[in-house]
């Protein structure tokens, strides 16, 4: 019988974080921008049926980059998580955090327990019924949460948008104002223009009653755009 | 029925497809009663009473008296019978309430369930044979004197046309062309609708006819609650059209109940 070589587990774990960095990086971003009556999530996608983005639950939405089966995966978990959970106790019992927590355990445990690390970054977005009750949390590869203010972006480029949203971002936007600002910030760090039929986007918005999720279709993003 | 929840996010387990039911049975959460018959002897539940619909020219009107009974008293005064199910179709329960309210709870969460997983609604045939199966999971209640039946509307978006489906108690589903009502002013309310009733009928005029036919079977009822103008409790009326579902402010319902009481003075 041959005894497996030994490896450390610094070098164990790094050589997975690199191999689901190096997958991430191949992935387009995503960015989620908090205007004046919600959240504004926009995502480079030529697909019309495979989303990026979707709706968890009345005020909830997921947005996920990398590897689709993966992401949807826990796209698919998450709705079960909270309609369960709502459908237990109450409607308002579903909270962000408490999922953003079970996506952090899971991607975690993945991370150290699996042959493969998921390739993916995700996006959890809650809208409150006041601007200051809206939160971002992202959920990184191996488990790292992130609670991100006001914009974020996930996904192969998300240090050259942030760092170009930064310069830009002003709170208060209306919607029309933030669909110019986030797709500027893509054209700025792409280098070119992005056609209308190439961007998934959606919103959370608290103007559109209990199920506040509602997708954009290109003639808003062009108008808004143009 | 346990409330104890799945603290993490299981991926590995086998995928109950899109069914918000298939899940709850695979976590043991699903609702079941054990109940004997010589419990159902003795047990008084309170019970949901008239309900009707009817189509008209755009889509379909759904009213419901607000009275629960139990026995000869009145259990509750304002109980909503009237519920949307998505934003494209509306539920309305007669029957033991608890139940009733719970199969709605059910339904309204399979449904959205659905949706999300999907990203698409469930057709207006798939949705109504799946209220059917529900109503079929209850056979065993049936036996201890515990009925349910809904009644059950929606805008078809692929046929643009309202449809209305009534049910029984063994969840045989019938769709109806043209008025159905349920509950223990049913017949009364039938009635009504016969002698009223044209397939061209407006909106307004279908609403008018919804809240009459409950307050027609209120005089003959004693289980149907009417218009009740010193606690100003009225009939829940909803609609569902091209646009979706929506509800009829209660405004006006009691305007409409008002008129009424007074021409019948």
Redesign the interface.
Same mark, same amino acid.
């Given at each position: 019988m041959t005894l497996p070589y030994y490896v450390p587990p610094e070098q164990l774990m790094k050589d997975r974080a690199e191999f689901a960095q190096k997958g991430i990086a191949k992935g387009r971003s995503i960015i989620a921008v908090e205007y004046a009556d919600g959240v504004l999530m926009l995502a480079e996608n030529s697909s019309r049926a495979l989303?990026k983005i /979707?709706? +968890?639950y009345d005020r909830m939405a997921f947005a996920g980059v990398g590897k689709y089966n993966e992401f949807e @995966?826990?796209r =698919?978990?998450? +709705? $079960?998580?909270a309609?369960?959970? /709502? #459908?237990? #106790?109450g409607r308002s019992d579903v909270a962000a955090k408490s999922l953003a927590n @079970? #996506?952090s355990?899971?991607l975690a @445990? =993945?991370f150290t327990e699996s042959v493969k690390p998921y390739e993916i970054e995700i996006l959890i977005v809650e809208v409150g019924d006041e601007a200051p009750g809206t939160s971002l949390f992202r959920v990184r590869y191996d488990g790292t949460l992130v609670d991100e203010e006001g914009f974020c972006a996930i996904g192969g480029q998300e240090d050259e948008l942030t760092a170009t949203m930064k310069e830009r971002y002003e709170a208060g936007m209306d919607l029309r104002a933030a669909i110019r600002f986030a797709g500027e910030a893509f054209e700025a760090v792409e280098e070119r223009q992005i056609g209308s039929d190439e961007w998934e986007a959606a919103v959370l918005d608290r103007t559109n009653g209990r $199920?506040m999720f509602r997708r954009l279709d290109a003639d808003e993003i062009t108008a808004a755009r143009s | 029925m346990s409330l104890d929840l799945p603290s993490g996010l299981p991926l590995n387990q086998p995928a109950p497809d899109a069914s918000f039911f298939g899940l709850l049975r695979s976590h043991d959460l699903q609702p079941t009663w054990e109940l004997g018959p010589a419990d159902a002897q003795t047990l008084r539940a309170p019970e949901a009473t008239t309900i009707l619909a009817l189509r008209y020219a755009d889509g379909v009107v759904m009213v419901g008296d607000r009275r629960a009974t139990e026995g000869h008293t009145i259990a509750h005064r304002r109980m909503q019978k009237v519920y949307p199910a998505d934003g494209f179709s509306a539920v309305a329960i007669a029957g033991t309430a608890g139940l009733a309210m719970e199969m709605v709870k059910l339904f309204q969460t399979e449904l959205e369930h659905y949706e999300k997983l999907e990203g698409a609604r469930l057709s207006l045939e798939g949705k109504a044979n799946h209220l059917a199966r529900m109503v079929r999971q209850q056979l065993p209640m049936v036996f201890q004197g515990l009925v349910v039946v809904p009644l059950f509307c929606g805008y078809d978006e692929a046929e643009s046309v309202g449809r209305l489906y009534t049910y029984d108690v063994v969840g045989g589903r019938y769709e109806e062309d043209d008025y159905s009502a349920s509950g223990s002013g049913g017949r009364e309310a039938k009635a009504y609708l016969r002698s009223v009733y044209r397939e061209s009928l407006s909106e307004e005029e279908a609403l008018i006819q919804g809240v009459a036919a409950i307050a027609a079977a209120a005089e003959q009822d004693t289980a149907t609650g009417g218009p009740d103008l010193r606690r100003e409790i009225y009939s829940t009326a909803v609609m569902v059209n091209r646009d979706g579902y929506s509800e009829v402010p209660e405004e006006r319902v009691a305007e409409l109940s008002r008129d009424l009481v007074g021409e019948s003075e």
């Open positions: 989303n /979707g709706e +968890i @995966a826990l =698919v978990a998450g +709705i $079960r998580h309609d369960l959970k /709502g #459908y237990s #106790y @079970a #996506y355990q899971t @445990a =993945v $199920r | -």
